[in-house]
């Protein structure tokens, strides 16, 4: 089945330093793969997608993530944290359904980032 | 240029009842997709809609089912509300059912049921 996971429920990072939110993925065939942030009683804002080409990519508000094929992994980034980067970031993979090949987004459970002032 | 809205933004039902949600996707999309948000959870896909018909469902029983108007803005319907459909009911377009194509999303429908 494919999957999305976030292995860390929260990140805690000081104002100004470097920030790393993590995520892995399993999908059978080629990847699609897309960052979501989430701000209280907000719906979800697009920060980046990757589909092919160069493995680092730039979104939104200067965040990148670095797609690894080898580690499976798509890790989201950011060279110096602002305390307004604090909420909820998802990342999610869109699925080719086997039966139909169409596709759905497929969500990880949510990292929780806390810039410190 | 309006983005995705969603109406109501609360909602609180009883144990039994039907609900319906509205969406209203962002100008120039064709297709719409709702995602239900359990608390501490991602949000898992419930079906997306384009050309009016359902064209994908995610692992969600039939009392949950939807439409899709002309304008392209769509509904959601639950009926037999159970406790457990207690959630944020988030509703996404986009423009083509492309693999590259990134969803916008509406603030959401805060569903309570009691």
């Known amino acids: 089945a494919q999957s999305v996971a976030q292995p860390e429920d929260q990140v805690n990072v000081a104002e100004g330093n470097p920030l790393t939110v993590k995520c892995t993925y399993s999908?059978?065939?080629?990847?699609?793969l897309f960052w979501y942030v989430q701000y209280p009683n907000r719906g979800l804002q697009f920060l980046l997608k990757y589909i092919t080409g160069d493995n680092l990519v730039k979104g939104s508000y200067g965040f990148e993530a670095e797609f690894n094929k080898s580690q499976t992994s798509f890790h989201l980034k950011k060279p110096s944290a602002l305390v307004s980067d604090s909420a909820l970031y998802f990342c999610?993979?869109?699925?080719?359904?086997?039966?139909?090949?169409?596709?759905?987004?497929?969500f990880g459970s949510g990292t929780r980032l806390q810039v410190q002032p | 240029d309006a983005g995705v809205t969603q109406s109501p933004t609360h909602l609180i039902k009883t144990r039994g009842q039907q609900v319906t949600l509205r969406c209203s996707p962002k100008s120039g999309h064709d297709t719409v997709s709702w995602y239900q948000q359990a608390l501490g959870q991602g949000p898992q896909f419930i079906f997306q809609?384009?050309?009016?018909?359902?064209?994908q469902r995610g692992n969600f029983p039939d009392r949950f089912s939807g439409h899709q108007f002309p304008n392209y803005s769509s509904e959601l319907n639950v009926n037999a509300l159970l406790l457990g459909d207690s959630a944020l009911y988030l509703c996404?377009?986009?423009?083509?059912?492309?693999?590259?194509?990134?969803?916008?999303f509406g603030q959401g429908t805060r569903l309570t049921v009691v």
């Open positions: 996404a377009s986009s423009l083509g059912q492309g693999v590259n194509t990134e969803a916008f």
């Open positions: 809609y384009y050309e009016e018909e359902e064209r």
């Open positions: 999908v059978s065939g080629n990847p699609y």
């Open positions: 999610a993979v869109r699925d080719m359904w086997k039966d139909t090949g169409r596709r759905a987004l497929t």
